[in-house]
C-alpha cells in the first residue's frame, strides 16, 4: 500500500487516533499509552503496529521500555492530497 492509503487505514479506527490525540502532547511508553483504554496491553500494542507500519510514529527501545512517538509526515502528505482534490475554487 501507499502512504495514503496506510495513513487513512491507520487513522480509521477511534482508538488509534486517541492514541495519537494522547502521541502529539510527546513521547510516552506502550504502558502509558495504555493506561485510559479498556482493552489488553496486547491490543493496545497492535494498535501501535499498525500506526507505526503506517509511519505515524516511532519506536525507540529503551532496556524493556518501548517509547512511543508520534510522526507527521503521512498527515502532510493527507493534507497536500486534500488541497489537490479540493482544486483551487474550494481553497479558503
Not at 503496529?49 to 532496556?63: D, F
Not at 509526515?73 to 481553497?91: D, F, M, N, Q, Y
Request: aromatic share 4%; net charge positive.
Amino acid at each position: 500500500m501507499d502512504i495514503l492509503s496506510n495513513a487513512f487505514a491507520a487513522l480509521s479506527n477511534p482508538s488509534r487516533r486517541a492514541i495519537l490525540d494522547r502521541l502529539v502532547r510527546g513521547p510516552a511508553r506502550v504502558t502509558e499509552i495504555a493506561e485510559p483504554f479498556d482493552m489488553s496491553l496486547n491490543a493496545v500494542s497492535k494498535h501501535l503496529k499498525v500506526l507505526e507500519a503506517a509511519g505515524l510514529i516511532t519506536r525507540e527501545v529503551v532496556g524493556r521500555e518501548h517509547v512511543i512517538e508520534f510522526r507527521a509526515a503521512p498527515l502532510h502528505e493527507i493534507s497536500r492530497w486534500v488541497l489537490k482534490v479540493r482544486g483551487p475554487t474550494e481553497r479558503e
